[in-house]
């Protein structure tokens, strides 16, 4: 008797429901692969740099034995853009505990991102969090899964969002965009995070997509291994695709 009463209610309110217009997940479609890219979308247009930096991929150049300052440069014939690869197992995966790597030199060995921690500091941008691409080491970070719906580069390290700056580097003695991180602000009691309070003036706020790409197999008496590279989500060609159609 409840049962056959509960069940005539709940149709009575939702006949009498009005039908309300349903916001139906629309995103672009991703591919697979173990190797990619990682290119710049900017997250404010309004703090994109000039030129702009949209699409410019992550490169890591050299500026000294082993160690690379990670840089945004367009791509070219000549520098197409590090493919990186995100390394841990199953397990590690899951649970956001992996690392990103590149392979350097010769023979190719690991060179790893590596983002200063919350109380670490960019002598180049002393209000940020700098990332370099060095042999060795590395701190945690991957690709996002499931349920956010696009996948992008993460940071194990804390919340916040990657900046691109134009910064002097001593190495090369010219500006270049080189990849920092700004830690968001927590502001409890609410819980919630304030994303853009800690970007200095003159510097963008981008994710980093990856795009897919060919992973090479490592020749004899390499220092790189690829027994753990993971196969994750990725998008065919990050710079066709209008953000603005897809969501919500």
Known sequence: MHSSLLAITLSTLAAA????????????????????????????????LIPSIKSWTVQAYHTGAGT??????AATDASPGSIFYENGTAEA????????????????????????????????????????????????AGIS?????YPVLFNGEGTGTFVACSSFVPYYQRDLITLDYA???????????EYNANIPEGCAPVTLVPECAQLNELPEGSFSSHEFAATERCYDD???IDWTQYGP
Do not use: C, M
């Open 93 to 140: 995966v899951r649970y956001g505990d992996t690392t990103v790597l590149t392979d350097e030199g010769t023979p190719p060995a690991p060179y790893g991102i590596y983002v200063d921690g919350p109380e670490e500091y960019d002598p180049a941008n002393p209000d940020l969090h700098g990332a370099v691409i060095n042999v060795g080491q590395w701190s945690r």
């Open 17 to 48: 429901a009005p039908h309300s217009a349903r916001q139906v997940p629309n995103y672009p479609p991703t591919s697979s692969s173990q190797g990619f890219k990682l290119v710049a979308n900017v997250t404010d247009p309004s703090k994109d």
């Open 68 to 73: 690379n300052v990670a840089v945004l440069a």
């Open 238 to 240: 990050v710079a066709s």
């Open 183 to 193: 830690y968001a602000t927590f502001t409890a009691p609410d819980g919630s995070y």
């Open 145 to 149: 899964q499931f349920p956010n719906p």
